[in-house]
């Protein structure tokens, strides 16, 4: 089965700093990985998403980007944060089990204040 | 039209009734539908996921799916306390490479 490591789980960043928040995969080869964030009391927003290796698909336009040097490695990145970049990300990967079915599996979360 | 909509409650159901949650979507050309429970500052974890349509039954919990009516829901049967989460409907087609989620639908549980 698909393990998620995602980090750090927590961070309290000033604005205009930068970001990296980095995920990686086990357990499955070629997912595809998505990055989400979830403000206090909202639903998920879906910010990226990546079917390959360099292969990136941004959903919102924002100042952040995202990354995948690596089959199994997914990055997300900001030159300087904003206040409102304020929330839960969430890496997540869909991969097939040895059923056949695609699963989608979430990491812990990297829960990012900026002040 | 959002994509995926759900009603964002809060559901209140006693303890031992059937919880109902529904969700619908707007892509007739969506391919698998998932629904996710998140506890308070925790991530989603699967419940259960459908492709066909009709009724997946696992344990306590059922999903149905009506492709026409592009209407998916999940329910709980005997609910407990332990249920009281955000219940979040996904979609996702295999062309796209995109899963979407609706808002969640939170769930209280009462004694």
């Known amino acids: 089965s698909q393990t998620i490591h995602q980090w750090p789980a927590t961070l309290v960043q000033p604005v205009g700093s930068p970001l990296s928040l980095e995920c990686t995969v086990e357990?499955?080869?070629?997912?595809?990985l998505y990055w989400y964030r979830q403000a206090a009391g909202r639903g998920l927003q879906l910010l990226f998403y990546s079917v390959g290796i360099g292969q990136i698909s941004s959903e919102v336009p924002q100042n952040l980007s995202a990354s995948r040097p690596q089959d199994r490695q997914f990055i997300l990145s900001s030159k300087k944060l904003l206040l409102s970049d304020s929330g839960f990300y969430l890496c997540?990967?869909?991969?097939?089990?040895?059923?056949?079915?695609?699963?989608?599996?979430f990491g812990a979360g990297s829960r990012l204040t900026v002040l | 039209q959002k994509e995926v909509e759900q009603n964002s409650g809060p559901l209140s159901v006693p303890e031992g009734a059937i919880a109902s949650l529904n969700c619908t979507y707007s892509d007739r050309g969506s391919q698998s539908f998932f629904w996710y429970r998140q506890y308070s500052g925790k991530s989603p974890e699967l419940i259960m996921f459908i492709y066909s349509n009709g009724d997946k039954e696992d344990g306590r919990f059922t999903a149905q799916l009506n492709k026409a009516s592009q209407y998916v829901s999940l329910l709980i049967r005997d609910s407990q306390p332990s249920d009281s989460a955000t219940y979040l409907c996904?979609?996702?087609?295999?062309?796209?490479?995109?899963?979407?989620f609706g808002q969640g639908t939170i769930l209280t549980v009462h004694p």
């Open positions: 996904a979609v996702f087609r295999t062309s796209y490479g995109k899963l979407t």
């Open positions: 357990g499955t080869s070629n997912p595809n």
């Open positions: 997540a990967c869909l991969g097939k089990q040895h059923t056949g079915a695609n699963v989608l599996t």
